[in-house]
């Protein structure tokens, strides 16, 4: 892993980072504060949903408030989003989780990085993960989820799930890498659910970091809020859940955004 040439979008200095696993790249892109904020930063990591289709910047974007209030803020793709190497998998998508908290270890030994203050936001698919990385690791203080996905299992097993992956090779071919085979892909991610460590019920009660909150809509129909009640709210005493009126599951849509960093806003600040 390592830090590529600077660059500046504006006021802020960006660089791309690069991680290496298992013979395979995939790469993000880090924002830092503007003057006259200095190092060590707070950081904020952000996990994609599926698929992920958009430009790494274009995620930044929404979420600039945080570098003007002295956050660090870092994007990724996951192995196997957007034309990069590998294959999406649970397990992969874990372990590149694991490969940016290990990034995160070395920045904080350089102080670039306060690693009393190590955030993540996640989102869809990308919360699930954040979940199961919880379970491993314990330096996280926030975590913020964003209609996230929560009973895998049953999107999985639905036939819609299929009908999505089919429409995904048909016209947004190669943005998700492993997907090609849809019944393959399907059997694959069954049996990696097979295993207690990525099964949420399991290790709910092994989560590690300070402070939850759970921003949804009432009106999203791939997460119910009685899912998030009955998997999360009844076992995380210290849960914040917001509920935001008229909301689907794409809580990144323009109309949502103010009332979304309305919240995000009294999560961090």
Request: aromatic content about 14%; hydrophobic content about 40%; proline content about 4%.
């Amino acid at each position: 892993m390592e830090f590529k040439e600077k660059q500046y979008d504006g006021s802020y200095e960006v660089s791309e980072v690069e991680f290496n696993i298992e013979n395979q790249i995939f790469r993000g892109i880090l924002y830092f504060p503007p003057k006259p904020f200095q190092e060590p930063y707070s950081l904020v990591i952000f996990f994609h949903d599926f698929p992920q289709i958009n430009p790494l910047e274009e995620i930044i974007k929404p979420y600039q408030f945080f570098l003007d209030n002295g956050y660090a803020f870092l994007a990724f793709n996951f192995r196997g989003y957007r034309f990069t190497e590998g294959r999406i998998s649970i397990s992969s998508q874990v372990a590149d989780s694991v490969k940016v908290i290990e990034f995160v270890y070395l920045m904080s030994q350089k102080n670039v990085f306060d690693l009393t203050n190590i955030n993540i936001i996640a989102h869809d698919f990308g919360a699930y993960i954040a979940f199961i990385l919880c379970s491993k690791i314990k330096i996280i203080n926030r975590l913020l989820l964003l209609s996230p996905i929560v009973d895998l299992e049953r999107h999985v097993n639905h036939i819609d799930f299929k009908r999505s992956l089919q429409y995904l090779n048909r016209f947004l071919p190669g943005y998700v890498n492993g997907i090609e085979n849809v019944d393959s892909f399907v059997e694959l991610t069954v049996n990696e659910l097979k295993n207690e460590e990525y099964q949420i019920r399991k290790i709910i009660t092994k989560l590690n970091f300070k402070k939850l909150k759970i921003i949804i809509g009432d009106k999203d129909k791939l997460t119910p809020i009685d899912e998030i009640k009955n998997f999360i709210q009844k076992k995380v005493e210290y849960l914040d859940l917001a509920v935001i009126e008229n909301m689907t599951h794409d809580s990144l849509q323009e109309d949502y955004a103010e009332k979304m960093n309305e919240e995000m806003e009294k999560f961090f600040f």
